[in-house]
């Protein structure tokens, strides 16, 4: 699912949330079981994710992985507190590639022309990230959410033939927002699904292709120093 229509989604279900004392008195009436009412003061929530990331260094990527985009799995632990209304969640996930790891080759850049040296590059991104933020609970069942935080993000490049010196091994600090909905299923179990963009400066744009694209005068140059970008998750809870 594409990151727009995961925020459409979550702004649709916080605009159309009907007030708390109406919910609940609807939910009781048909017999559902209310997902905010019942929900303890402080409540630990482990949850799996996979997201779909969308790089905002497009031509780097492009350029030596041949796509643009990159998916991930992960998981972590959520705490929730104030009766569900606020939460706290640390995780950490790795790329749903073989090894994980994207596989692509050097490629040298001239006059806005792209040249693939034929010579393997391999490259792993980790990150661990920590975000906070506010559940509206406005709905038995369905319950919007924002949040921000940091992460740290590791990125490697390793090729064939390179020495220790032309190899990436780096680690940096960025920031994160997310919105999205969480909808539940069940009394214990939750699905989630939201927009998340990440903001890693620094980690490219020192080196290689990425450093030629960077000095472009385009507005995409600034881009190309960054990691981050816009992903779509789905991620399922475990817990009140």
């Keep these: 699912m594409k990151p727009a229509i995961a ?19 609807a939910a009781g009436a048909t017999g559902l079981f209310d997902a905010t009412g019942d929900a303890p003061m402080i409540s630990l929530r482990p949850f799996l994710d996979v997201s779909n990331e969308k790089f905002l260094a497009v031509k780097t990527f492009d350029a030596i992985f041949g796509e643009t985009s990159a998916q991930f799995w992960g998981g972590g632990l959520q705490v929730t507190g104030w009766h569900g209304r606020v939460y706290g969640e640390l995780g950490a996930s790795r790329l749903m590639k073989k090894n994980e790891q994207l596989v692509g080759q050097r490629v040298f850049v001239s006059d806005g022309k792209v040249y693939k040296l034929g010579i393997a590059l391999r490259s792993t991104v980790k990150p661990v990230e920590f975000t906070a933020g506010y559940r509206f609970n406005a709905h038995p069942r369905i319950i919007p959410y924002v949040g921000a935080g940091f992460g740290s993000y590791r990125y490697t490049e390793q090729s064939d033939f390179a020495d220790d010196s032309e190899n990436v091994d780096v680690t940096k600090r960025g920031g994160i927002f997310h919105a999205g909905v969480e ?33 472009e005068s385009t507005t995409q140059a600034k881009k190309e120093r960054d990691l981050g970008g816009w992903a779509a998750r789905l991620k399922v809870v475990v817990g009140r």
């Design 7 to 25: 925020l459409v989604i979550a702004l649709g279900a916080l605009t159309a949330a009907s007030p708390a004392s109406a919910q609940a008195r």
């Design 183 to 215: 909808l539940r299923a069940h009394r214990w179990i939750g699905a989630a699904i939201d927009a998340q963009y990440t903001h890693i400066p620094g980690i490219l744009g020192n080196g290689g292709v990425s450093q030629q694209f960077a000095q």
